[in-house]
């Protein structure tokens, strides 16, 4: 979902520390290395794996709890290869990524710093979303083959359904991060449009305030009847992480 600057030395992070990062690292347990990017799960999104798997079997049985449970984990999998997506980005410009978190809201690849030229911050901010698409065309190339060879009837039963849904969420997750809602990828295409044109500072608040209004959109939107729960935690994480990221800012234009 978006990336985030790993903690350089402890006066800046008591500068600039949030609740959120606290709470990340706390309850967050490594569950692998992968090209020496820790991969980490936060205890909340188990606890969000173990809900899904209790409302799939009310509905269900067993069979759908493990159904629920395991389209659940493929979800992920695709966040997870977007976050590697910005993380192999940011390595090209010899930027390292300690760690990638997985949250119930997404995840969140905590870059050793942002590169300081605006395209290649527009680079490492497409990266995440460019895997969805290249995701997206497979599964629509899968699909397709199997329509053809087989009959549509039977698509279900050769998980045509999990496929579908699938590709659904990776078109969602492109379109959710396309929403210029800074530190979200798309704020941070904005922030780097933004910045070849006009100062650093300047190009950060434009976008950080940009990204705070839709903020308060996500949280006005997720008491609605299409809101859920998920769409406010987002709206919170937007709002701070904005102002978070310009506070740093402001640290760095030194004022
Ligand atoms: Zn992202």
Redesign the pocket.
């Known amino acids: ?3 985030r600057r790993a903690r350089r030395s402890r006066k800046h992070y008591r500068q600039t520390a949030r609740p959120e990062n606290l709470f990340f690292m706390r309850w967050s347990y490594r569950i692998a290395r992968v090209a020496g990017i820790d991969v980490k799960i936060h205890i909340t999104f188990l606890l969000l794996l173990a809900w899904f798997g209790a409302v799939y079997w009310r509905g269900g049985g067993a069979a759908g709890a493990i159904q629920g449970v395991g389209f659940t984990l493929l979800l992920f999998l695709c966040v997870l290869l ?2 590697f997506g ?1 993380a192999f980005a940011a390595r090209a410009y010899g930027i390292r990524t300690p760690d990638i978190t997985l949250l119930p809201i997404g995840g969140v690849a905590r870059l050793e710093r942002m590169p300081d030229k605006p395209v290649q911050e527009l680079i490492v901010a497409v990266a ?2 460019a895997v969805n698409v290249v995701i997206a065309f497979l599964l629509v190339f899968v699909l397709a083959a199997k329509i053809s060879v087989e009959n549509i009837a039977d698509l279900d039963l050769a998980g045509g359904n999990l496929l579908t849904n699938l590709l659904a969420v990776n078109v969602m997750l492109v379109a959710f ?1 396309a929403i210029p809602a800074f530190p979200m ?1 798309g704020g941070r295409v904005l922030r780097a449009l933004l910045a070849m044109k006009m100062n650093h500072l300047l190009a950060t608040t434009i976008a950080a305030r940009v990204g705070q209004v839709l903020a308060v959109g996500f949280a006005l939107a997720s008491f609605t009847d299409y809101g859920s729960p998920m769409l406010l935690l987002i709206a919170l994480f937007v709002f701070s992480g904005a102002q978070q990221e310009l506070a740093y800012a402001r640290l760095r234009a030194g004022g």
């Open positions: 979902m978006c990336v977007h976050e910005h995440g979303p991060n990828d």
